[in-house]
């Protein structure tokens, strides 16, 4: 007998007492489980997930003022989720989760605050590349032409009191 139909999962008890429930296309695990002891059925449920991971960019982190601590780490990756037996009812839909950085989510979004997060992303792209990337060329360009290559050595430097 295979674990589902498509569509469904079906949770069975040793007692032969079985339930089912929607499983959708997107969802990445089957939460169908057989000889489920009676008593574990609330808990089997309650963790039934519906997930959909979406991947985001590698991009070199450190939690230090070191660029020789950075290491390469993925942010703004996220998922999709549904836990349709959640105690919590906003959870029983699927909502969006970003992982910001390896130790920072945002959680639970629904279309409208998914819609308003990228809109700010895409604003803050903006501002990168239309006013921060010109600005810091322009700082570079300046720097460039006022700044020695090399930092003077101590014999260009004027003698010291004696």
Known sequence: MPWSTPGSWTITTTSGFATSGYLPDWAEDDPSEAGVPLDQLPLRLGGINHRNFFEGPLMHL?????????????????????????????????????????????????????????????????????EVLPALIAAREDWSAHHPERPPTTSAMPPGPT
């Open 62 to 130: 450190t939690a230090t003022d070191s660029r020789d601590d950075a290491e390469k780490d993925v942010i703004f990756a996220g998922s999709i989720d549904c836990n349709p037996f959640d105690t919590d009812t906003r959870l029983r839909v699927p909502v969006a989760n970003i992982q910001v950085s390896p130790h920072h989510w945002i959680l639970s979004l629904d279309p409208g605050e998914l819609a308003d997060v990228a809109s700010k992303l895409r604003a803050q792209a903006d501002l990168l590349h239309n």
